[in-house]
């Protein structure tokens, strides 16, 4: 292994995640009965309940056995009239639905923690269900300082080289590694339903918990609830066309945050400054990395802590000037802050959950790479003249998944090409924020469209993802959705 780790993998992660509170207390989950679709309840986090539910590995072979599947619950102890249950996802893939869950009440309205039972659940491979396994925390940590973009012939060879062994890694730590799809979640999804005891199934999901939804309703249309999906996935987008698109998104971010910058008190950007400012920092930061006490901040880590700042206008614009101002003397702590939140790791450089891993894994099994790698290689600069600040970081992420597919066989793959979804029991809400940078816009009014019947609600403002995030006008129409089933008299439009 070269000295100088040079990854495909290390921003591979970057986009497509939604990260959310969350909690890092463990829990032993109660043993699930063998019949499928069974829940066993315990008390667990004080006020909670845990179950373990079990799943077949394969759903054409169940030679192959189970996985486990963590599932929490909340009720709250005042619970009148009492709708169902709630099911909720707050993306990824790789986050902790368990963990989400376990703050319930910051997560919707009282008005509606007293009618339903708030559940979260692991969806396979990820956090206390059946996980996901590549690297151990040193190996995550030489991922994420790693050189995240090839800049010639030879760190693209020892990039391929280096991307390999991760694949390596994760199929040799990853029993039956290739079941780890969102589709088997979905499936996963109708047995936690039954589990549940509802005869339809409610649902919450955000980012890439939209396309959770998605999936469920794509194959159980009438077991669909009060579903609202925000933060919205176009189903149908090829995954080459994804990530430009993301990657274009988020360098309209970073104009729409030097804009605003410009009227802040505390902006550390020059007057007149453009996007190559980012360009610009991200080089030196490679030539010479920040310091945050006896840490090393590296060009990687810088990426995705700007990134991960513009997930929100209201509280990572804020921390991306004042790590701008540190970066500008050589201090990355902000620039570090960041990053190690959006990653999960401690202060001790251990990570909270295998949220990196199967993000990767995950991804690569439900969105099928058209291109081959020197398609990939020789369209990377188009990259950069799309989306100058972020592209050159993406460009290359499909040949993690072309190295991990055709390592477990996955050759042939049928590729997106969903038909539209009719015949749904319940109305659905799609969700889309106007200058959203990792769920763009355009994707939620594709799905709305992709889903016949639904209701879309527009929300004309910054950051990812729309309910909760201070604009009463969207909260009220979800809100009197899930609690009445009564949806907006037509496609809303509201502002933060």
Not at 173 to 187: C, K, L, V
Request: aromatic letters at 8%; a negative charge; proline letters at 5%.
């Amino acid at each position: 292994m070269s000295s100088a780790k040079k990854s495909l993998i290390a921003l591979f992660a970057l986009l497509l995640v939604l990260t959310s509170c969350s909690s890092t207390t463990k829990q032993s989950f109660p043993e699930a009965d063998n019949d499928l679709s069974t829940l066993n309840w315990s008390s667990c986090h004080e006020t909670f309940q845990c179950a373990t539910l079990k799943v077949p590995i394969d759903y054409t072979n169940a030679s192959l056995g189970q996985f486990d599947i963590a599932v929490v619950r909340y009720r709250d102890p005042n619970q009148k009239n009492r709708i169902g249950s709630l099911v909720i996802n707050p993306g990824g893939p790789g986050v902790s639905g368990v963990d989400y869950a376990l703050n319930a009440q910051y997560i919707v309205n009282p008005e509606v923690l007293e009618r339903y039972d708030i559940v979260g659940f692991d969806p396979r491979g990820i956090g206390s269900s059946t996980p996901i396994s590549c690297l151990n925390d040193a190996e995550q940590d030489a991922i994420l300082v790693s050189d995240p973009k090839p800049d010639n012939e030879a760190e693209y060879q020892q990039a391929i080289k280096d991307t390999q062994e991760f694949v390596d890694k994760c199929i040799a730590r990853t029993p039956n590694i290739a079941h780890f799809s969102t589709n088997e979640a979905a499936q996963d999804m109708e047995l936690l339903r039954q589990g549940l005891g509802d005869e339809k199934l409610n649902y919450l999901g955000f980012s890439y918990g939209s396309y959770l939804g998605t999936l469920y309703a794509q194959s159980f249309p009438q077991y669909v609830g009060r579903f609202v999906l925000d933060g919205a996935i176009d189903p149908n987008v090829a995954i080459e066309d994804q990530t430009r698109i993301q990657a274009v998104a988020f360098d309209q971010a970073i104009k729409n945050f030097i804009k605003d910058c410009a009227q802040q008190k505390n902006c550390p950007l020059p007057k007149g400054v453009t996007p190559a400012f980012f360009t610009d920092l991200f080089n030196k930061v490679a030539q010479t990395p920040l310091t945050a006490g006896d840490r090393k901040i590296t060009e990687g880590q810088v990426v995705t802590g700007t990134a991960s700042a513009l997930y929100d206008d209201v509280s990572g614009w804020p921390s991306l000037r004042t790590a701008i101002t540190q970066a500008l003397v050589g201090d990355g702590t902000t620039f570090a802050e960041l990053s190690d939140t959006y990653s999960g790791r401690n202060e001790d450089g251990t990570y909270k959950n295998n949220e990196n891993d199967a993000n990767v894994v995950i991804e690569c099994l439900d969105w099928h790479q058209r291109q081959s790698n020197d398609q990939i290689k020789a369209k990377a600069a188009s990259f950069s003249r799309s989306a100058p600040v972020f592209g050159p970081y993406v460009a290359y992420g499909g040949i993690t998944c072309n190295l991990l597919n055709e390592s477990i066989g996955r050759t042939q793959i049928t590729t997106h090409n969903l038909k539209k979804i009719k015949n749904i029991a319940t109305p659905v809400l799609v969700i889309g924020t106007t200058q959203d940078p990792a769920t763009p816009y355009a994707w939620a009014k594709a799905l709305s469209t992709y889903i016949t019947g639904s209701y879309l609600i527009t929300l004309k403002g910054e950051g990812h993802t729309g309910y909760g995030r201070g604009s009463m006008c969207t909260d009220d129409a979800v809100d009197s959705y899930l609690l009445t089933g009564k949806t907006p008299a037509k496609n809303l439009i509201c502002t933060q």
